[in-house]
């Protein structure tokens, strides 16, 4: 199913085996929860508990690119093993027409992780999902491109505020709505998803590089670091953002030892362009 983040690995997120065949799918460790995946509003109220914040986020930015951490109700919508038996549960209403077309119709909560194999780069086309998990996929839409390339911001709403991953809306924007968030705890319990290594190319992956060795594919930034890939001619962070997984995907496939990536500036969407290349880098935060 294509989002406006990047392609997800579609199931009925109250069906067991369906799940358990996305686990198995993605070779995702089954500690490691999944996003309900909402057609709006009064469905994510069906399965988790909504306080003022949480009201305050999903009325400012939903639908759309960013995923909430709640208390899990008792409704049975969410399964056990789609939230790694915790008692919370990750929600979020995408904006694609698609996504939003094949939930309304299927009229309960789908989970969809990315549709990569476990540890490897998202998908941002139907053709990259495809060849990383679209042999176990009963059925395929086709959304073209992902207008933004880079997965959704989550944040956890338990206690005080805080920022699980860095994503499409920036840090900036979400405080403006809720406050300064904290920064996400080592405990695998609260954002179990940053304990594994994430979205990494096969070659070694090198960063803030601006004089590339002979031996490297270049992937580059803005007019002064134009590379063999250029994240965004221009130095635009949302083309960039668009373009970072297909491009070390692309990458990847040359006959290079290594990826060198030019330095990406860290504000506004570059903090989850950063986050997202130091995980390919083989630094987990
Ligand atoms: O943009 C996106 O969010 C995409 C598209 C397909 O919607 N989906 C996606 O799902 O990125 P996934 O499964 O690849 O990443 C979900 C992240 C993981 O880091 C996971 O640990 C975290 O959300 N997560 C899920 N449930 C959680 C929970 N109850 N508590 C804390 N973190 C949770
Ligand atoms: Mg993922």
């Known amino acids: 199913m294509p989002t406006e983040t990047v392609y997800g690995l579609a199931a009925d997120a109250a069906n067991p085996r369906a799940v358990a065949a996305v686990y198995a799918a993605k070779g995702r460790p089954s500690f490691n929860p999944l996003i309900a995946h909402v057609a709006d509003l009064a469905m994510a109220r069906r399965i988790a508990g909504f306080e003022a914040r949480a009201e305050a986020l999903a009325a400012r ?3 759309g690119p960013l ?13 056990d093993l789609a939230r790694a038996g915790l008692d919370t549960v990750a929600v979020r209403a995408p904006a694609h027409p698609l996504a939003h077309a094949l939930i309304a119709a299927f009229g309960g909560p789908v989970v969809a992780p990315s549709a990569n194999r476990s540890g490897r780069p998202s998908p941002t086309t139907l053709a990259d999902a495809m060849d990383e998990t679209g042999a ?4 395929v839409l086709d959304g073209g491109p992902c207008a933004i390339g880079l997965e959704s911001t989550v944040v956890s709403l338990l206690d005080t505020p805080r920022l699980l991953r ?3 809306v920036t840090r900036a924007e979400i405080e403006a709505v809720v406050g300064p968030l904290s920064e996400a705890e080592a405990d695998a319990k609260r954002s179990p998803g940053r304990l594994t290594r994430h979205y ?3 070659l070694p992956v090198r960063l ?7 031996d490297e594919v270049w992937v580059g930034f803005g007019p002064r670091w134009p590379g063999a890939f250029n994240l965004s001619p221009r130095g635009d962070l949302a083309e960039a953002a668009a373009n ?9 496939r040359s006959q290079a030892k290594g990826i060198a990536v030019a330095p990406v500036p860290g504000e506004g969407l570059g903090e989850a362009i950063n986050d997202r290349l130091r995980r390919a880098a083989g ?3």
């Open 61 to 63: 930015f939903w639908p």
């Open 67 to 79: 995923t909430l951490v709640l208390p899990a109700s008792d409704d049975m919508a969410v399964c």
């Open 136 to 139: 176990a996929a009963a059925a």
């Open 166 to 168: 860095p994503g499409a």
């Open 200 to 202: 990494a190319p096969n």
């Open 208 to 214: 803030n590089v601006t004089e590339p060795r002979d």
């Open 244 to 252: 970072l997984f297909s491009f070390l995907r692309a990458a990847d």
């Open 283 to 285: 630094f987990v935060g």
